[in-house]
């Protein structure tokens, strides 16, 4: 598969991602757990919206060095407007963690830990799910057209289903782990497991953990598709889609307490997956140009949130 990524590139990439991990490891540690505040939030949301701008530039200089002017604008801009795409489509996990968090009862100061791991663990799957897809993209072109009607049916749908809470009992995980796993009756501080009267045990936490980390994936069976309709480069498609779920956590705690105002962003993210599909199916005939792509993207997303401000929410007892 053709790709501007070099070893060199890869190995810059992944060294970026793992220290800034560790950071985040070492920073949840020593704080230990508490209840995140929308300041610390903010910062946080702050921190990786910078890294993930900085690596971008840096991308930029080293393409503009070694490649030109030229290319360096596409991939820069391909970068970011993918980055954009996921960032936007990331926002409706966070409707379904909070179901999950309530449906638990997870205690706030260890919400921190269970997203951690969870997203630690989508980036795993969704890295995989990535260059199985950018595999299948320079083997068979024509799956892009699938992708992009798979897109299409699926903006439909979240369009039929906005604003109705995911049914969380109808989820297999769940169900295997309810009838395969020991599971205990409560939380035991920020364990995953604990050994009880000789058995392993598994507490709601690491049921949460899982619950995240495979959440995150069904979505990335959505938003990974969307992020092809921009770029076909897998070096661009998996860094842009890493650093846009690095930042996941922050943005849960961001906007955690305000997703009932946000009632019409589910439309808007909707319309994002609708003009995505379309601009796939139609890339045989008219490829419509990236700058175009990013401002149309923020234009839907911006006008549901402004909306959402504006119109108020209808109680589902009169909807």
Same mark, same amino acid.
């Given at each position: 598969?053709?790709?501007?990524?070099?070893s060199?590139?890869?190995?810059?990439f992944?060294?970026?991602?793992?220290v800034?991990?560790?950071?985040?490891?070492?920073?949840?540690?020593s704080?230990g757990?508490?209840?995140?505040?929308f300041?610390?939030?903010?910062?946080?949301?702050?921190?990786?919206?910078?890294?993930?701008?900085?690596?971008?530039?840096?991308?930029?200089?080293?393409?503009?060095?070694?490649?030109?002017?030229?290319?360096?604008n596409?991939?820069?801009l391909?970068?970011l407007?993918?980055?954009?795409?996921?960032?936007?489509?990331?926002?409706?996990?966070?409707?379904?963690?909070l179901?999950?968090?309530?449906?638990?009862a997870?205690?706030? +100061?260890q919400?921190?830990?269970? =997203?951690?791991?969870? #997203?630690?663990g989508?980036?795993? $799957? !969704? %890295?995989?799910?990535? &260059?199985?897809?950018?595999?299948?993209?320079?083997?068979?072109h024509?799956?892009l057209y699938?992708?992009?009607?798979?897109?299409?049916?699926?903006?439909?749908?979240?369009?039929l289903a906005?604003?109705?809470a995911?049914?969380?009992d109808?989820?297999?995980?769940?169900?295997?782990?309810?009838?395969?796993?020991?599971?205990?009756?409560?939380?035991?501080?920020?364990?995953?497991?604990?050994v009880?009267?000789?058995r392993?045990?598994?507490?709601?936490?690491?049921?949460?953990?899982?619950?995240?980390?495979v959440t995150?994936v069904?979505?990335?069976?959505d938003?990974?598709p969307?992020?092809?309709?921009?770029? +076909?480069?897998?070096?661009v498609? =998996?860094t842009?889609? #890493?650093?846009?779920?690095?930042? $996941? !956590? %922050?943005?849960f705690? &961001?906007?955690?307490?305000?997703?009932?105002?946000?009632?019409?962003?589910?439309?808007?993210?909707?319309?994002?997956l609708?003009?995505v599909?379309?601009?796939?199916?139609?890339?045989?005939?008219?490829?419509?140009?990236?700058?175009?792509?990013?401002?149309?993207?923020?234009?839907?997303?911006?006008?549901?949130?402004?909306?959402s401000?504006?119109?108020?929410?209808?109680d589902?007892?009169?909807?």
């Amino acid at each position: 598969m053709h790709t501007i990524g070099t070893s060199g590139m890869w190995a810059a990439f992944l060294a970026v991602v793992v220290v800034a991990l560790a950071i985040d490891f070492l920073v949840l540690r020593s704080n230990g757990a508490h209840r995140v505040g929308f300041r610390e939030a903010l910062y946080w949301s702050f921190a990786w919206i910078g890294l993930a701008l900085a690596f971008n530039l840096g991308l930029w200089w080293w393409l503009d060095v070694h490649a030109g002017r030229t290319v360096a604008n596409e991939v820069g801009l391909e970068f970011l407007t993918g980055y954009v795409v996921e960032k936007a489509l990331a926002v409706d996990n966070i409707f379904v963690f909070l179901t999950v968090f309530n449906s638990f009862a997870v205690p706030a +100061e260890q919400r921190q830990r269970a =997203l951690m791991l969870g #997203v630690l663990g989508a980036i795993v $799957l !969704r %890295a995989i799910l990535i &260059l199985v897809g950018a595999e299948l993209v320079a083997e068979f072109h024509w799956i892009l057209y699938v992708f992009g009607l798979f897109l299409i049916v699926t903006g439909v749908k979240m369009l039929l289903a906005t604003n109705q809470a995911p049914a969380l009992d109808d989820n297999p995980v769940l169900r295997w782990m309810r009838a395969r796993l020991a599971l205990t009756d409560g939380f035991r501080g920020s364990a995953l497991s604990v050994v009880e009267q000789g058995r392993r045990w598994y507490t709601p936490l690491f049921v949460v953990m899982v619950l995240i980390a495979v959440t995150d994936v069904i979505f990335a069976v959505d938003s990974i598709p969307a992020i092809f309709a921009v770029t +076909e480069d897998p070096f661009v498609v =998996l860094t842009s889609n #890493v650093f846009a779920v690095l930042g $996941l !956590r %922050a943005l849960f705690f &961001l906007l955690a307490g305000m997703v009932e105002r946000f009632h019409l962003l589910g439309y808007g993210l909707a319309a994002v997956l609708l003009f995505v599909g379309t601009k796939m199916l139609l890339a045989g005939i008219y490829k419509i140009p990236i700058g175009i792509a990013l401002v149309v993207v923020a234009l839907l997303i911006a006008a549901s949130i402004g909306a959402s401000l504006y119109v108020p929410r209808r109680d589902r007892d009169q909807a």
